[in-house]
Nanobody
């Protein structure tokens, strides 16, 4: 069974850091691209970052470029999202998803397998 599960969310002060993990099972990282999306209350879901370990491709949304870093550990079958210089507007539920990266941006209909999400709250 293909599954992805997020962990690592929490409460952090502005300017702080968190590292989210997306543990994959039922497939290897070379089989699917892994994307991180987030959704804040009252707002549409936003694609944050994508990694394809098969061809070493990476995407970042402009809103996180220079602050977030996505990486994959094939031995652990896990993708990480290192989030630095966090801002209150980064507060959201963060989801990882596995799928086929076809568009130049994170298109959520290209991702078939979604985790339950992990809450990230940036507040003083």
């Amino acid at each position: 069974e293909v599954q992805v599960v997020e962990s690592g969310g929490g409460l952090v002060q502005p300017g702080g850091s968190l590292r989210l993990s997306c543990a994959a099972s039922g497939f290897t990282l070379d089989d699917y691209a892994i994307a991180w999306f987030r959704q804040a209350p009252g707002l549409e879901r936003e694609g944050v970052s994508i990694i394809s370990t098969r061809d070493s491709s990476i995407y970042y949304a402009d809103s996180v470029k220079g602050r977030f870093t996505i990486s994959g550990d094939s031995a652990k079958n896990t993708v990480y999202l290192q989030m630095n210089s966090l801002k209150p507007e980064d507060t959201a539920v963060y989801y990882c998803a596995a799928g086929t990266w076809l568009s130049s941006y994170p298109a959520d209909d290209e991702y078939d397998y979604w985790g339950p999400g992990t809450q990230v709250t940036v507040s003083s």
